[in-house]
């Protein structure tokens, strides 16, 4: 299934993800912010990657229900989102353990209002793994970048009534809203809501979460010369000191 990001159709957890809008989709855009608009495609996009990425580290396979958009400035329809998600589904074990996440960025009317915004969560009503899948995922959201927690929702948008895994649709934002709309491009609040969102498909799983590793402080040697008699390296030395550099003989 050319759709795996990492895994296989036989790894004990699958989560399906997907960005939801095209960067071809009509509207799904901010109103202009000093003469440009942000599309919904530039948040939602590479904050899937970065899903994908933080499942991958935690061991959960992984399938990215948009994968041409990686390469091609073209959507993927709704309908085939859903298809390629149900065609993971063989048997009844496989609806408890592949779930499916798409992750979005609301919009209210088009005209910045900053009475509005806030994050929330939808499944389909009735669900009740869905729902559980949403309430993980919010349990971080909510406590990761101020802002209004709307809650978790049941609704019937297709993609979470249609999809025959457990479902979660997550709106991170609004478009329309100024702070929100100026979080889309920031790359660390695309990975904060990867994260948050890895962290709840932990919880739902049962497994630990992976944090990625910190980055350590490197240090990068410049060597300018070797010498066979001392007096060489020590004629060296004294060149680059008058210079200004800090430098020193080590024997091997």
């Known amino acids: 299934m050319g759709f795996f990001y990492y895994g296989s159709y036989n790894s004990p957890y699958i989560a399906v993800c997907s960005s939801g809008h095209g960067i071809n989709t009509s509207g799904k855009r901010t109103p202009e912010i000093e003469g440009k608009s942000i599309k919904e495609f530039q948040f939602n996009q590479p904050t899937k990657l970065k899903l994908l990425s933080a499942l991958k580290r935690c061991g959960i396979a992984c399938c990215d229900a948009n994968y041409e958009s990686t390469t091609k400035a073209i959507d993927v329809s709704r309908n085939e989102r859903i298809k390629r998600a149900n065609s993971l589904i063989k048997n009844d074990n496989d609806k408890k353990r592949i779930i499916y996440i798409e992750i979005h960025y609301n919009a209210y009317n088009g005209k910045f209002d900053d009475k509005k915004g806030g994050l929330e969560i939808f499944c389909y009503k009735g669900s009740d793994k869905g729902k559980k899948l949403a309430n993980c995922i919010i349990h971080y959201l909510k406590n990761g970048t101020k802002q209004v927690n709307r809650g978790v929702k049941e609704w019937d948008y297709d993609v979470i009534k249609y999809t025959l895994m457990p479902a979660a649709l997550s709106e991170n934002g609004f ?78």
């Open 175 to 252: 478009m329309d809203q100024l702070f929100e709309a100026k979080l889309m491009l920031n790359e660390d609040f695309q990975t904060e809501v990867a994260e948050e969102h890895c962290k709840g498909v932990c919880d739902y799983f049962g497994l630990v979460y992976i944090p990625p590793k910190k980055e350590t402080n490197k240090l990068y040697k410049v060597q300018v010369g070797a010498f066979s008699k001392r007096e060489n390296a020590k004629n060296l030395r004294d060149l680059l000191k008058k210079d200004g550099y800090p430098v020193y003989i080590v024997e091997d």
